[in-house]
């Protein structure tokens, strides 16, 4: 269960060679919104768009192709797109919204939906949710911090960033490759991300992230009957190229074995709360 459940997994990338050219992965994200944005099926989504400082995101909601296409890439720092959710349906007027998310902000989308408060006539207009895999963020100056002081590599120089192999890489506009082991950006972390539980977004209609595809694709779970949907429909109109995923090196094997590692490390974390001082704990939001 550390997948979560799903209808079906895939190696999949964008058909659309200008969605591909920024994209993180295999730009599943864009395409897919671009197609629903097309189809009618969303009119609009909530995503992470460029904020005034770089690599900082501003949630945006994008209701053009031209702008989900500038929120490409992925920005290792804080993005609180569930902040516009309830605005997406008031002053943007929108009846379909469609959201990106890491996994703690798809369960922060179905426990909204589930357990609305304050959230009068959302949970029904929310047509499609696309969850990115996570295994930690950093704070803004955390980043800052990685990439200036470590990578040596000035935040407004860097052309995109990416968690690998082990690795934090940084990649310049000048097309220089910065490198450090991902060992040494761990006191970066945000700490709440020590007690997350969910490594593939579990929650979401779609799920998506760069583990187990090979570089330029992603993988992909389909996970509700919505996303499947979704997810068919841009299939048959050609949206994405598509591997089995059973072809594909790592594959699943690496995607289970990252999951569980996440769970198990995070676990510990939640347990320890439980007699973190002396005959009193930390709160467990879980229980
Ligand atoms: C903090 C973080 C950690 C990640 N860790 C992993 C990992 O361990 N393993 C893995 O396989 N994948 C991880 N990913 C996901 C991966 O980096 C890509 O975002 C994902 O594969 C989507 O790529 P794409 O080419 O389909 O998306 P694109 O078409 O490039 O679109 C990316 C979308 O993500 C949104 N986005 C960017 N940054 C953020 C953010 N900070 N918060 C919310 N939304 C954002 C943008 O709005 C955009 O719509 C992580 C992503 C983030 C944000
Ligand atoms: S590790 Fe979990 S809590 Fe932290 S950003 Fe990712 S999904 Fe959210």
Redesign the pocket.
């Known amino acids: 269960m550390v997948l979560g459940n799903y209808k079906s997994v895939i190696s999949a990338r964008a058909a659309d060679a200008e ?1 591909l050219k920024r ?8 395409q897919l919104f671009a197609y629903a944005l097309e189809e009618g099926i969303i009119d609009g989504a909530i ?3 460029p904020g005034d400082e770089p690599w900082k ?1 501003e949630p945006v909601v994008a209701t053009t192709r031209a702008e989900l296409l500038a ?9 609180p ?1 569930m902040m516009l959710i309830k605005e997406a349906t008031r002053s943007y007027g929108l009846d379909k919204v469609g959201i ?3 996994p703690c ?1 798809m369960q922060a989308l179905r426990k909204a939906q589930l357990y609305p408060m304050a959230m009068r006539k959302v949970p029904d207009k929310i047509a499609l949710a696309i969850g ?6 950093f704070p803004y100056q955390g980043l800052e911090a990685i990439v200036e002081d470590h990578c040596n590599v000035k935040m407004e120089s860097a052309d995109k960033m990416d ?1 690998g192999k082990g690795k934090f890489s940084v990649y310049t506009e000048r097309g220089a490759i910065s490198q450090i082991p991902l060992k040494a950006t761990h006191k970066y972390e945000q700490p709440g991300c020590h007690v997350c539980l969910d490594y593939v977004a579990n929650l979401a209609d779609v799920s ?4 187990g595809s090979p570089d330029g694709w ?1 993988t992909v779970f389909v996970r509700t009957k919505n996303g499947e949907n979704v997810w068919s429909k841009a299939i048959d109109a050609g949206y994405f190229e598509t591997k089995d995923i059973a072809s594909v090196k790592p594959g699943l094997d690496l995607v289970t074995k990252l999951a569980t590692d996440k769970i198990d490390k995070n676990k510990k974390s939640v347990e320890a709360r439980a007699t973190f001082g002396v005959n009193k704990g930390l709160r467990n939001p879980y229980i």
């Open positions: 969605i994209s993180q992965d295999g730009g599943i994200v864009t995503v992470a768009g995101p929120a490409r890439g992925t920005r290792y720092t804080i993005s797109n990106v998310g890491t902000q990115i895999f996570c295994m930690e963020n968690i998506t992230g760069s583990v992603s």
